[in-house]
């Protein structure tokens, strides 16, 4: 049971690099969110989708960009990584808006 | 925006002691989760509180949500280094359609 699958786990990034976070789950679930975790303070909400096709900001989106052209991938883009966007990255994915939300294992990103 | 904010931020107790963690909001949520998350991996759901008042029981650990489903409670009773991790809650529904995070708590049971 794969459940909800992140790539890279690790990932060092130069100052004006892009990239993308690869996230994919298999549950056939519709919600799907980016959170970034950085100490002291939770999980920050980047972007959320809740279906094919439909995207929405959350509580941190500059500097990310995401897509959602199937119900399995939810992609996240860094379009020129600053050194604050160092943190743990999450991937979480869930039936709808009140159920368990089922998170990938995070991408530790350094941006140098 | 819906904010969520736990207390305490870091707690560090002795094996065998009670401990509770405390999640607060000026917004009424459908249901309020909480989750566990360990070093190097994803929080995983521990349990979820919808009706107002509700307690919840798992093993040692009780959950409450408050009468107007704008706080809730997790209660460690003979806390075990096992417990050892970093609790976060996180309130669902209502006006949001995504799921709002509390800062978490980071507990360490020393043996």
């Known amino acids: 049971n794969a459940g909800v699958t992140q790539t890279p786990k690790f990932q060092v990034l130069k100052t004006g690099q892009s990239m993308t976070l690869q996230c994919a789950q298999d549950m056939n679930h519709e919600y799907m969110s980016w959170y970034r975790q950085d100490p002291g303070m939770g999980l920050r909400l980047i972007h959320y989708?809740?279906?094919?096709?439909?995207?929405d900001q959350g509580e941190v989106p500059n500097g990310y960009n995401v897509s959602r052209s199937t119900t399995e991938d939810f992609p996240l883009r860094l379009l020129s990584a600053a050194p604050s966007q160092t943190s743990v990255y999450f991937c979480a994915s869930r039936s709808d808006k009140n159920t368990e939300a089922f998170f990938g294992q995070g991408t530790r990103l350094t941006v140098v | 925006t819906q904010l969520l904010e736990q207390s305490p931020q870091f707690l560090s107790i002795q094996e065998g002691e009670n401990l509770t963690v405390y999640c607060n909001s000026s917004s009424v949520f459908s249901s309020l989760q909480w989750y566990r998350q360990e070093p190097g991996e994803g929080p995983v759901l521990l349990v979820t509180?919808?009706?107002?008042?509700e307690v919840k029981k798992l093993k040692r650990l009780t959950f409450q949500f408050g009468d107007a489903r704008k706080d809730s409670s997790l209660h460690i009773t003979a806390a075990q280094p096992g417990d050892t991790g970093l609790y976060l809650c996180?309130?669902?529904?209502?006006?949001?359609?995504?799921?709002?995070f509390g800062s978490g708590t980071q507990l360490t049971v020393l043996p």
């Open positions: 509180v919808v009706t107002g008042g």
């Open positions: 996180a309130g669902a529904g209502g006006s949001a359609r995504q799921l709002t």
């Open positions: 989708s809740v279906g094919a096709g439909i995207t």
